[in-house]
């Protein structure tokens, strides 16, 4: 059976990180788990030892205090070669803040895109509020990135394409009309799939690798596809991805 790819989940944030792998596995899903500091990669690297059907990826989240510390990037650069994935990175303009803490997150994106191995992987990529700069400077540097949870204008989005970036699809997303809305837009072979759990919710509790077919009958429905079909497209966007 094809197995399904989910860009995005913080594996390491549920109480439970091996019954959240077991239960993708039985869902025949495979997972990126994302972290947010090198130092967060490095302990999740160690607690899953040789676990399979999961990358960790490595990650410099713009929201996080420990990112901001110094030695973060040097640490960061550091682990690089190590890891297959990177993420989460990004920008978050969320309200409040302000223009220097903007400046020291375009900085620290900024360096990890003028890197050259950091742009041979794939990339797993924040945007809260900072659609437009985020599209920008990902543009602006060839990379691998697949933009993670998008809200930002729809116009923006379109100007992502030509640049080959990508978009995750999670579950919150198929339930909102500006998902929605989203969804509909993107050309099929953009499209990947994400839980960006535990953070987004599905229904009442938190989300898991194992909704992922979930979205796919979503994805399925929106393409006037069946179920086999979507997941072997969603399969061969990830391949595509994984491949230099
Ligand atoms: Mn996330």
Not at 141 to 161: K, S
Request: aromatic fraction near 4%; proline fraction near 6%; charge should be positive.
């Amino acid at each position: 059976m094809t197995r399904l790819l989910d860009t995005h989940c913080h594996v390491d944030a549920y109480p439970d990180p091996r019954q959240v792998l077991r239960d993708a596995d039985a869902a025949g899903v495979d997972v990126v788990a994302v972290t947010e500091t090198p130092d967060a990669y490095r302990r999740l690297r160690t607690r899953l030892g040789r676990t399979g059907g999961v990358q960790v990826a490595l990650g410099l989240h713009p929201a996080s205090a420990a990112a901001g510390a110094p030695g973060q990037l040097q640490r960061f650069f550091r682990l690089l070669p190590d890891a297959a994935w990177v993420g989460e990175v990004g920008l978050d303009h969320r309200p409040g803040t302000d223009r220097r803490e903007k400046a020291r997150q375009t900085a620290l994106l900024r360096s990890v895109l003028d890197h050259e191995l950091a742009r041979t992987r794939p990339m797993t990529v924040h945007s809260r509020g900072a659609a437009r700069e985020t599209v920008a400077l990902l543009s602006a540097a060839p990379c691998r990135a697949v933009l993670h949870w998008y809200t930002g204008p729809a116009g923006v989005a379109d100007d992502a394409l030509p640049a080959g970036l990508r978009f995750s699809v999670n579950t919150a997303m198929t339930r909102s009309a500006s998902g929605r809305a989203l969804i509909a837009r993107l050309p099929v072979d953009r499209v990947l799939c994400e839980t960006d759990g535990p953070y987004c919710r599905s229904g009442t509790r938190a989300a898991v690798p194992g909704d992922l077919p979930a979205v796919v009958r979503y994805l399925a429905d929106t393409w006037s596809a069946d179920v086999a079909a979507a997941t072997e497209t969603l399969a061969a966007n990830a391949r595509a991805l994984l491949v230099l």
